[in-house]
């Protein structure tokens, strides 16, 4: 049996987007629905496959083209390029996922020396035939032979110039013919063949033009940057032309089913009089609102609103359509599931449900983390007098206000008065580093959504607007100018918008997401439709997921945060941050101890103070797990800076002012001085070299719960070791712990159940999982540090060094810091998950990188079977809603 | 059917070491051969495991106990512990390998109150038969009721005293029943019971001592070390009692089948009248030479040298054994395949192919690489007048001569001077590392092999003796003293011998190795029986071995050598090797450049040299493979130091004199600054970032080997791309590689087959090697890299902080620097090749870090099915051994 190559849209439905794009599959579904749409057929994707495999089209698409194309004549009563009635056709590039840098359109295709005179007759209109001829040879020549579009833009310039007009409108018939034998003479020099006047050779050569696309270089990197398969390929549509250039009872127009900013119920678009599709985008005249059109054509109205709710109850959802009105008859173009904002996807998604189209499950799917995390964000107020300067690309959410500086220093300078500033720059750099930390937000007028500046503002969590190309950016004279002469001089006070890109002089007031303040539990869940619908959907994702939901948080406020946004348990309390501050003294003492006195001395100064943190977080957390996992900071960061002390020690030599203090110290920090303290004596290793120190902490822990309990208190410690690469490491630390924790009960009286597990963040850990286990009550995936390791790149160096480079090389999708790299070190989780319970079964497993409170990895948490994720308080909200999703998505689909 | 728990000699054989133990299938193999050895049985280590996870000996064994030991007192004619004529048993733990650490012995079970005057009756010797009831109260009190051993010494010191002497034999049997009556009195009081009179009451006590030392914590930890399963469980041998010391016509004696430090043939041992074992370890008289045996008791002597003929041909190895003469009667006591030194293992191995004991291939399993690397070093030279000062623990073999000094700085002064010099202290830490790389050598007084000088060391490849304990080192004074009161002072000139342990005064002349000279072809391969012996293993092991052996080598001259010492191509030359030197000024000035110019200037600079560079080494190798792995640098390597020029700078401001370039330098260096190097801007990031570098590098090949091909060489280039994580990463890289060896192909006119590859040394490209194979055309293992982001440790900072308390807690067994960790790193290499050649059938993979020479690693390779590893030229040899052996080894035994 030889493969269908060709559908005809009657012969297709919107489930074969795989085979015949998204496109090709939605003119297929409205066909079946009996709208109108022009007669066509579509070329599969497997034929795309086919033809790039063997350089050639196969045999039996060819024969099938010519059936389906005899089909489509048929039915529109024309032939494809007939002589005094041609049918003209669209050929459409249309891939599964759509991809710009693929060709789009040829339109007008079946046009020659000859069909242009019978298309003018038909038409009654001499210009629009030439003008389509005109257009046909442009496009042509551009997208299917690849000449330089500036060729055809120059000599239309010249015909304009020649009429001395600048209009394409005062071109008549007569012009457009002679620009017609330019053009023809363009394609001739440039290509070295002639215009085809064989209205199949047209079609044909036009359709392996869009195959070839499929491997564009543009397309080629789009497809890397967004982690869609190279072996997917394009679906070609093939479909009998319509116009809206006829005249005044022509048009054509797009539309939404509900409006996509607020999801408020009504129909919302926009329709233009005779014009095509590509008139509206070059915005040559003002659109009107689309209930004008009731009044222009009342019946053609109608119809489409009736179209319009046909569509949106049978894709039960926003739908957005592309029409066309030619003389008085109406034809759908396109149709697709429409975009959105954020506030808009709950809002519809919840009203959908009370329409009874959808029901809850399936409301879910229909919003995501992202678009929750986006309505967390503090927002400008909504008010008159916000000037806007320019919108650059929302590259990392939020709303900034400072004043702008233009270079690092001044920002580091700025700030440390405790000014609020915002870095501007062409671009950033590595060197800008510092300045970043110390801004508001960045805003820079060059590079997009992988510049420097976007990729590092978000692994920070900073407002970012990049690329805002408006702006004239002047680092020297330190001013910006915008696009109506607004200057922006250093120390003026300007607002940046992350979530939409726009950027505002002066200081716009920020507001509270209510968002936020319902989850602080200070707005009622029925305050407004966006708070009803979040509530309404996260409380249902509650219901749904198989994953807990904890949070990382090392105080008692942050805890008490935590659980108000729901979170079921501490999943990571980090214990170095207790160690910094006033008691970075005592933990100095401590490493630089020279006898067993000094370092018990340190130990035992420090052991009540943790005690206090641990009862003040079991106190916040009272029923719910806690996960303390022992110290673990690269050494350097409790000791002073080498190069800062060794500049001290020269310089007061070098001066006559020796300061032996500073000699005996740095001395110390020479011997423990690391290359590569992300690689050094950290978490375990540092617990078993220096004596008594996990110990310590262990005794806090217990005599913390101890107290807790004995006031009536339900305390769940769970102990977590960190940085463990071998079972042994973690016997022996366990072994320690478990004598401690009897005798804190022998000599407190009070037993507190108290687990004890380890993280998984080191390669090899996972690795060896399954010894591990067997030691371990509870595993615990440290994911940056797996990331780390796995990688072989420190986030601190790499992030600004290479990132930018390899996100635009498409070597990443997306950071592996922002969403977990799943194939890779993805793999080391699944081989721990599964080695581990094969050794312990039930044992408990989660994650407490940051990647916990990141959709798209939740997602894949929740398919490897992970029994919770654990993420910042922030995050604790956007996790239970996709952990919900997640068991509502398809096997391996993403949160996207 | 119940479990046979125990087993007489008669039933054992040699082949059952993992239920008898060593000893125990020995024993029953002598019995089996008909040799004369004492009756006796062995309880299983299955009992042993069953013991210890019921915490009781299964019943039926205390059955099978009561059986067997009424069949040897059948046997014996005696009853154990009759008061007229007791027969009396010793209790030996013997598990599968040798363990200090658990319990030995217990000698004289059956003695009692009673039985005591029978022996004595028997013997006609009051005293023998009290001091033989006084050492089994000794040795069960301290072995099996845990009593400490001072007790019991300080009891007989206080007899002796009594009687106004120092020896023992001056003790009369009168004395020696009131120490007896001392002792039961000191087991009283130490274990609140009596010692046990009941004979069989001392037995199952004793049998029960032995289990329970499996789990003693010297045994618990020596396991841990030597990677021995926890689970084996040990046997108990109960054997008939003879005596050695019954007067002038016993005695007792250990002998080696040949010589076990040269391999010579003929018997070799030692002979002690009128003495038991213990006697001889003791040292109070000096034995006599085996051959003295003859003249003494001629029948003994022949029926001796008969057994052992017989027993060496039975085991087809040196033997050593244990005997006792009883009354002019042999007793055989133990035997066992006999350790040797390096030369005579290779030596006798030969021999016994020669005598048509082996073949080759069993020859080969009977040396190792260990053991040719040991003979590779230098040597002293055996000659008189070396004095000897002390012996310590042989660490890292070699010969090494220098000054003595006492601490690091001293050290790196004196070395700054070109004066070799060997750094001695009591032990070191790691502020001595800068001393330790230095010196030629290391001593230190304290440690044993995994103290922090002999881990560091061994990592170093350099000569250390540790824990010389005979030694009293004075760092302050800057002396030492040793055993004779030799006083060494700063700067006089010691020789240390890594090899055997030994220190002398002086400076001893060192030789080369003659198994060098020999594979640098300077010797003839009949030189001398080890040579010869060397000569026909390696290349025996030569047409075995599947694997390549191929040598790491940046120089013509390196790989030279390695060609000459039988590598078969270059598996890693380091192009960074070649960047520093003259050219760091280059490299720096590229890293540093601001424009395109700039870079394109240095980058023009290089390529010449680095042509030359390569056209060296294609000739050295010529008709060979030689990988090149393009720059992996971490980036600092190439800039001058933060720190310094920090102070650089701030001195020169502090004290006025502004010092521009340095201010200059300081913001570049600061700018490229990495808080972690070796997880930094390195490998194909770097290639990827700095536009052309890798090209250039490309280019240089490409017309290096075109050049030499001209000259009519063959050159047989592999261009190896470093540190990829990611398939994309070797895709662009490849492509612009690709681009450039056509673009000199077609300039050249010559056309050079060139492999493009990766090193495997990331963790991820382990775990996604199946993509990675798709654009790799051989695979080469980083696994130094592969450890240090596999456990997440860094060799520079943690080698010297921490892997000595890591051996010593037993977390590793070797340092997974010098041995692959099969179980963890080992698996991402599994993954690696299974996967890659699934996704390219054929795919060539080697290895080409450190462990490529390593033994125990070597046959891990083989294993997994690796075609070549790469090592230093001076490995190959022990590369090539160890390849061959792997093939004859069992599949999962190890090289040791």
Not at 272 to 301: F, H, M, S, W
Not at 611 to 630: H, Q, S
Not at 777 to 797: I, V
Request: net charge negative; proline share 4%; glycine share 10%.
């Amino acid at each position: 049996m030889t493969t269908k190559y060709v559908y005809h849209f009657a012969e297709g439905n919107r489930g074969l987007k795989d085979l015949l794009g998204g496109k090709g599959a939605n003119l297929a579904e409205m066909t079946n629905l009996g709208l109108p749409v022009p007669g066509g057929f579509t070329i599969t994707t497997e034929a795309c496959r086919a033809y790039l495999a063997e350089g050639a089209e196969p045999k039996s698409m060819r024969d099938e083209v010519t059936e389906h194309l005899a089909r489509l004549e048929q039915q529109m009563g024309k032939n494809l390029g007939d002589p005094t009635d041609p049918l003209l056709v669209s050929v459409r590039s249309g891939a599964k996922f759509s991809m710009p840098g693929m060709m789009e359109t040829v339109l007008n295709i079946g046009l020659n020396d000859t069909s242009v005179r019978g298309l003018a007759a038909q038409a009654g209109n001499d210009r629009f035939g030439w003008d389509s001829y005109r257009r046909l040879i442009q496009m042509f020549g551009k997208t299917v032979l690849g000449i330089n579009g500036e060729h055809f833009e120059h000599a239309l310039d010249d015909a304009k110039r020649a009429k001395g007009t600048t209009n394409d409108l005062d071109l008549h018939a007569e012009d457009l013919r002679g620009v017609v034998e330019t053009f023809k003479g363009i394609i001739a020099d440039q290509s070295g063949r002639e215009f085809p006047q064989d209205p199949r050779e047209q079609l044909d050569l036009a359709i392996n033009a869009v195959f070839d696309s499929w491997n564009a270089p543009r397309a080629v990197l789009y497809r890397r940057q967004e982690r869609i398969p190279a072996d997917l390929g394009t679906a070609v549509n093939v479909v009998a032309m319509v116009f809206g250039n006829l005249g005044m009872d022509s048009g054509t127009g797009v539309a939404f089913t509900r409006d996509p900013a607020t999801g408020a119920q009504g129909v919302y678009g926009d329709y233009l009089q005779n014009a095509q599709g590509e008139d509206v985008v070059a915005g040559i005249r003002n659109t009107l609102p689309l209930a004008e059109l009731e009044k222009l054509d009342k019946a053609c109205y109608d119809q489409l609103m009736s179209i319009m709710e046909k569509l949106e109850r049978h894709y039960k959802d926003l739908c957005d359509i592309e029409f066309t009105i030619e003389r008085g008859k109406l034809w759908m173009l396109q149709t697709r599931v429409g975009k959105r904002t954020a506030a808009a996807a709950f809002v519809i998604a919840t009203q959908l449900v009370d329409e009874g189209l959808i029901d809850l499950d399936e409301a879910l799917t229909r919003v995501n983390g992202a678009q929750l995390a986006q309505l967390m964000f503090p927002t400008f107020e909504e008010e008159a007098g916000r000037e806007r300067i320019a919108t650059g690309i929302a590259a990392s959410p939020g709303a900034a206000v400072g004043h702008a500086v233009f270079d690092s220093a001044r920002a580091e300078e700025l700030a440390a008065t405790g000014q609020r500033v915002i870095l501007v720059r062409r671009e950033t750099n590595p060197d800008d580093l510092p300045g970043m930390i110390a801004a508001q937000g960045i805003l820079t007028s060059r590079g997009g959504k992988t510049s420097h500046a976007a990729v590092v503002a978000r692994g920070m969590g900073k407002t970012c607007v990049c690329g805002a190309e408006e702006l004239d950016v002047d680092v020297r004279g330190r001013t910006f100018v915008g696009p109506h002469g607004v200057v922006v001089k250093e120390g003026d006070l300007i607002s940046i918008d992350g979530t939409t890109g726009t950027v505002y002089s002066g200081e716009v007031p920020v507001q509270p997401s209510p968002v936020v303040q319902y989850f602080e539990g200070t707005l009622a869940a029925d305050a407004d439709p966006l708070i009803a619908a979040v509530h309404r959907l996260v409380a249902h994702a509650d219901s749904l997921r198989r994953l807990g939901v904890r949070a990382n948080s090392d105080t008692p406020e942050d805890s008490d945060r935590a659980r108000r946004f729901g979170a079921a348990g501490i999943g990571l309390c980090r214990t170095e941050h207790m160690f910094l501050g006033d008691r970075r003294q005592l933990v100095e003492a401590l490493i630089l101890a020279d006898s067993d006195e000094d370092r018990q001395r340190a130990l035992d100064a420090l052991e009540p103070l943790q005690r206090e943190d641990f009862i003040g977080i079991f106190a916040a957390m009272d029923g719910l797990p806690v996960t303390i996992r022992l110290l673990d900071p690269p050494l350097h960061e409790f000791l002073p800076d080498l190069t800062e002390l060794s500049v001290r020690v020269a310089v007061a030599e070098a001066t006559n002012r020796p300061d032996p203090d500073a000699v005996r110290l740095l001395a110390a920090v020479h011997r423990l001085h690391e290359q590569n303290p992300m690689l050094g004596l950290r978490g375990v290793r540092l617990g078993l070299v220096i004596p008594g120190l996990f110990g310590m902490q262990v005794r806090a822990i217990a005599h913390a719960a101890a107290a807790r309990k004995r006031a009536g208190g339900d305390p769940r410690p769970e102990i977590m070791i960190p940085l463990v690469g071998a079972v042994q490491e973690l016997e022996l630390i366990r072994d320690e712990a478990e004598v401690i924790l009897r005798e804190v009960a022998e000599s407190s009286g009070v037993e507190v159940r108290t687990l004890i597990g380890t993280m998984i963040e080191v390669p090899r850990a996972a690795l060896t999982a399954g010894q591990i286990a067997e030691a371990a009550e509870f595993f615990s995936f440290g994911t940056n540090d797996l990331t780390q390791m796995g990688w072989g790149f420190s986030r601190d160096d790499v992030e600004a060094a290479f990132f930018s480079a390899y996100l635009d090389k498409g070597i990443f999708g997306v950071s592996p810091f922002e969403s977990l790299d799943t194939e890779g070190i993805g793999r080391l989780v699944r081989i721990a998950v599964e080695e581990g319970r094969a050794a312990r079964p039930g044992l408990k497993i989660g994650v407490c990188g940051e990647h916990g409170g990141d959709p798209d990895s939740v997602h894949f948490f929740h398919r490897v079977g992970l029994d919770y994720v654990s993420c910042s308080p922030f995050r604790v909200p956007v996790a239970r809603l996709e952990a919900g999703r997640a068991v509502v998505s398809a096997e391996g689909s993403d949160s996207r």
